[in-house]
């Protein structure tokens, strides 16, 4: 049976829980099998900062899901799919995109790195921070007079 190849590109709201997480993921494999389908992965990629505003959330978690159903019932499967996430998890999912994949492509992506796995060097926001501190006009009090003076360099 020849199958066709589709991913999912799937932003949900970034107070998912664990809970709800899952049940995503068993439904949309429920729904893929329903198609005589196969999830090939499900992936979590975390949590981003999102260039605008999605629904009144500046933070959205991703999930990638790829999957394959029979060419044969393929409009019909990715139309529930899609039906799916906007019936049953239309709270949840803030938005999402399937795409048709080339049966012989690779399966390989490289994806950016999420909040969850960025290193956060601190002594970085310490510098910046005292270099922005110490270039600010300072205020002194003289007697009853205020003066502004800029820090001299040391």
Do not use: C
């Not at 999102?50 to 959330?57: G, I, R, S, T």
């Not at 994806?111 to 910046?128: A, C, I, Q, T, V």
Request: neutral net charge.
């Amino acid at each position: 049976m020849q199958m066709q190849r589709y991913e999912t590109l799937i932003l949900v709201s970034p107070d998912i829980t664990n809970d709800e997480a899952n049940e995503l993921e068993k439904a949309f494999d429920r729904k893929v099998q329903e198609y005589k389908g196969n999830i090939i992965s499900y992936d979590r990629w975390g949590k981003y900062h999102l260039a605008y505003q999605v629904k009144h959330n500046d933070y959205g978690v991703y999930f990638l899901v790829r999957f394959e159903v029979p060419a044969t019932k393929k409009e019909i499967a990715v139309k529930d799919v899609k039906s799916l996430l906007d019936l049953k998890f239309n709270t949840l999912v803030l938005r999402y995109m399937t795409s048709q994949l080339s049966n012989t492509a690779s399966l390989e992506y490289k994806r950016p790195l999420s909040l969850d796995e960025k290193p956060r060097d601190m002594s970085l926001f310490s510098k910046e921070h005292r270099h922005h501190h110490d270039s600010m006009p300072r205020v002194e009090a003289m007697g009853s007079e205020t003066a502004v003076s800029e820090k001299i360099a040391e």
